[in-house]
């Protein structure tokens, strides 16, 4: 049995012009080579959001970069939380959205990050309230993702999995942002203590000197005292 569409007419010498359709095995390679493309545009996208997370080496875009990612965190937390608070608003009895906690959490850490003394000098300790901050949300929607399963509701699963993983994602780009500037102000310590220490050990080799030539004054290196 013929592969062709047109069957016997499509062996023959005069039947059937044009070219054949695609067969199952083109169409296979279509989609391959279709797959290939798409990983090649997402390694190109990771690779410049790797280079867009690595140290430009300037404390200025560094810290830029760093209060850009508060400005956008701040806003998500922001929208989220009155929503978190819309949705208890209709909740009957005592019941609470967790989210009010969550993203107050995540919000008060963003405000942190544009808070000129911090971001200024951030801090180890402040990478990890701001990393936990957004670890905890990623936790409340695991709880949504938990109800979601045991009631069945997949589209709500699939939303809770989504953000679990964008908010893990958004503790480790704030973490390593933070870290940036972190590591420059650490540099920038390092430096001026070494300079501060530079400058002590001029000053008592200066001062060793002096006493040298006051010892030596009166004394001729001959072995002759002057009198």
């Known amino acids: 049995m013929s592969t062709y569409a047109g069957g016997r007419g499509g062996r023959g010498g005069g039947g059937g012009g044009g ?8 169409e296979l390679q279509q989609q391959l080579q279709l797959a290939m493309d798409q990983g090649v545009e997402l390694w190109t996208k990771y690779s410049l959001a790797k280079r867009w997370l690595a140290s430009t080496g300037s404390l200025t875009e560094d810290k830029k970069r760093m209060r850009l990612f508060g400005k956008i965190m ?56 701001v990393f936990i901050s957004h670890i905890v949300v990623a936790a409340n929607y695991g709880l949504g993702y938990k109800f979601a399963k045991h009631f069945g509701y997949k589209l709500f699963g699939s939303y809770c999995l989504m953000f679990i993983a964008l908010w893990i994602l958004a503790a480790r780009v704030g973490w390593i942002l ?45 072995g002759e005292y002057e009198s």
């Open 74 to 129: 701040l806003g998500i937390s922001a929208f989220f939380w009155l929503w978190a608070i819309y949705n208890t608003s209709k909740m009957k009895g005592n019941k609470k959205d967790l989210g009010i906690f969550s993203f107050f959490g995540s919000a008060c850490t963003s405000i942190m990050i544009l808070t000129k003394c911090w971001s200024d000098k951030p801090t180890g300790i402040g990478a990890v309230v």
């Open 178 to 222: 933070i870290s940036n500037v972190h590591e420059h102000n650490r540099m920038a310590e390092y430096k001026l203590l070494q300079t501060r220490r530079a400058k002590e050990s001029a000053a008592v080799a200066a001062t060793y000197d002096d006493s040298s030539d006051d010892d030596s004054d009166g004394y001729d290196f001959g």
């Open 19 to 26: 070219e054949p359709p695609a067969t199952p095995q083109s």
